[in-house]
């Protein structure tokens, strides 16, 4: 009964690959979240989706592409993987106003040879 | 520009002593501000939010606007506090969270 699932959970890859990273929700939410935690362990928003509609998307380096075919899920696919690119990448998901909890999901450790 | 500050990245203390993790925040709309815990090995959830007015697992948090803080406080730390917390803020017209860096706070025996 997992309610904000990612795959896979560690990713190891070579820089200059493409690579995909899924979320799902279970939760009957309409806003989903990308966040990127880096080495510090600092937190910050890449995009949100609602009802599979763009809603933020944070200067990020357009190799940065996310994906929602529906609203349970939010997947996060990322060109030409760089070695700053390595982080741990989470989804969340909320009902959708500013006022409401944010569930996140167990994290994506990424890491770029 | 909205920001976050949380001046401690570490704060250590012993079992039963007072807690205070310090959060302070520039926005200039009316704030929503949250925090945030991940526990070792645990997903970030939910702590607690300004607008409930809460107090969990005997953390409290009161939103200071003169001061721009919100600060988190508990008067008698335990060992299972031991985690990294995460000061939040909720923009007004969207629905993005602007998280500080991050204070790991450990509570030893």
């Known amino acids: 009964d997992t309610a904000v699932s990612q795959t896979p959970k560690y990713l190891v890859t070579q820089m200059g690959n493409d690579k995909s990273i899924k979320c799902e929700q279970n939760l009957g939410h309409d806003t989903m979240y990308w966040y990127k935690q880096d080495s510090k362990k600092f937190l910050k928003i890449m995009f949100s989706y609602n009802n599979k509609e763009l809603i933020i998307n944070e200067t990020v380096p357009n190799r940065f592409s996310p994906k929602s075919p529906d609203k349970a899920h939010l997947n996060l696919h990322i060109n030409s993987l760089e070695l700053g690119d390595s982080a741990v990448y989470f989804c969340?998901?909320?009902?959708?106003?500013?006022?409401?909890?944010?569930?996140f999901g167990p994290g994506t450790r990424l890491t770029v040879l | 520009a909205q920001r976050v500050t949380q001046p401690e990245k570490l704060l250590s203390v012993f079992k039963g002593a007072p807690v205070e993790l310090k959060c302070n925040y520039s926005y200039s709309g009316s704030p929503e501000l949250f925090w945030y815990v991940q526990y070792s090995r645990q997903r970030l959830q939910l702590l607690l939010r300004h607008i409930s007015r809460e107090s969990i697992k005997g953390f409290t948090a009161d939103l200071n606007k003169g001061e721009t803080s919100f600060h988190l406080k508990k008067p008698f730390a335990q060992e299972e506090d031991s985690a990294m917390y995460y000061c939040a803020l909720s923009e007004n017209n969207t629905d993005k969270l602007i998280f500080g860096t991050g204070t790991r706070l450990q509570v030893f025996p």
């Open positions: 969340a998901s909320s009902q959708g106003t500013r006022y409401n909890e944010q569930f």
